[in-house]
């Protein structure tokens, strides 16, 4: 049965450095939403917020039919702003999925500290990524954020250091079909 890890946050919540860590400790296979879209985004010019959006959109819904074609053991962290799209679609595309077990990873940022990550990321960004003039919205959105909640949650508080061992042993101490689910016939734990 298919089983999600959602790493969720707004932009520059330390989202990618999470899934990442979670993915790599289990041996889970990791899909991101930048991924998907940033080489899309290199095929165009002057691209605005709309068709970054329309991008964003696109590259959910790629990750979601991964899912949904994947071996009914697979285990997935998936790292994504998934308050850009409703709650109810995202319980659509899970129930589409056939997954039966999800568990969130919240990241949980201050508005000072995302405005100074999200400053600090502007030259190495990818062209058609919202620029500087997307920070006000972005310290409003660490405000008011919160979790999707359509699982159990788990919370990386990214302005104490974004430990996420914490989250790591509570994965590590899920119930066994959690750690015995398999991939291609190899064990996800290490």
Request: proline share 5%; glycine share 8%; aromatic share 10%.
């Given at each position: ?99 039966v ?16 990550r ?62 015995e ?10």
């Amino acid at each position: 049965m298919k089983k999600v890890i959602i790493v969720n946050g707004i932009p520059a919540s330390g989202k990618s450095t999470v899934a990442s860590k979670i993915a790599k400790h289990f041996g889970w296979p990791y899909l991101s939403i930048d991924t998907i879209k940033e080489p899309f985004m290199g095929l165009h010019v002057d691209i605005d917020r709309e068709f970054n959006r329309a991008l964003g959109k696109a590259a959910y819904k790629v990750i979601w039919d991964t899912v949904a074609s994947a071996p009914d053991d697979c285990v997935y962290v998936i790292d994504a702003w998934f308050g850009f799209q409703s709650k109810e679609l995202l319980e659509s595309y899970v129930r589409q999925s056939d997954v039966v077990e999800i568990i969130e990873v919240w990241n949980s940022i201050s508005p000072e500290l995302v405005a100074d990550r999200y400053r600090s990321r502007l030259s190495i960004r990818k062209e058609g990524h919202p620029g500087e003039e997307y920070i006000p919205e972005l310290m409003t959105l660490a405000e008011r954020a919160s979790p999707m909640n359509i699982g159990e949650v788990y919370y990386v508080y990214q302005d104490t250091g974004g430990d996420v061992q914490g989250v790591l042993t509570s994965l590590a101490g899920r119930p066994r079909a959690l750690q015995e689910s398999s991939l291609v016939g190899m064990p996800l734990t290490r």
